[in-house]
Nanobody, 125 residues
Framework: VQLQAFGGGLVQPGGSLRLSCVIS????????MGWFRQDPGKEREFVAV????????YYADSVKGRFTISRDNAKNTVYLQMNSLKAEDTAVYYC???????????????????WGKGTLVTVSS
């Protein structure tokens, strides 16, 4: 399974970005998918996770109400819509796949099985 995330960039506080993650090598509906982020020197942090059918979604408290995770299995793609961005959202964002298609809550990064390369999001004026 290969994951490729893109869509990062520089945005002003209060702005929006949409990240995309394309899954290849196996059908995306086999996996729950998550987004994580990491600042240099810090542990990789959970952002959001979505079950294979979109029926279960969980967010970190820090992004609830601002970020939306979604997926289109026909396109083997997972999205992270980020609105009302803050400076503290600045990080490298990673998408990841979990071998179980259903999740029951937020996941630690150690629970994920496949990772893509990150995409940098910088929130700054």
């Amino acid at each position: 399974v290969q994951l490729q995330a893109f869509g990062g960039g520089l945005v002003q506080p209060g702005g929006s970005l949409r990240l995309s993650c394309v899954i290849s090598g196996r059908t995306s509906s086999s996996y729950a998918m998550g987004w994580f982020r990491q600042d240099p020197g810090k542990e990789r942090e959970f952002v959001a996770v979505i079950s294979w059918d979109g029926g279960r979604i969980y967010y970190a408290d820090s992004v609830k109400g601002r970020f939306t995770i979604s997926r289109d299995n026909a396109k083997n793609t997972v999205y992270l819509q980020m609105n009302s961005l803050k400076a503290e959202d600045t990080a490298v964002y990673y998408c990841a796949a979990h071998n179980f298609p259903v999740v029951s809550g937020p996941l630690r990064y150690t629970a994920m099985d496949y990772w893509g390369k990150g995409t940098l999001v910088t929130v700054s004026s």
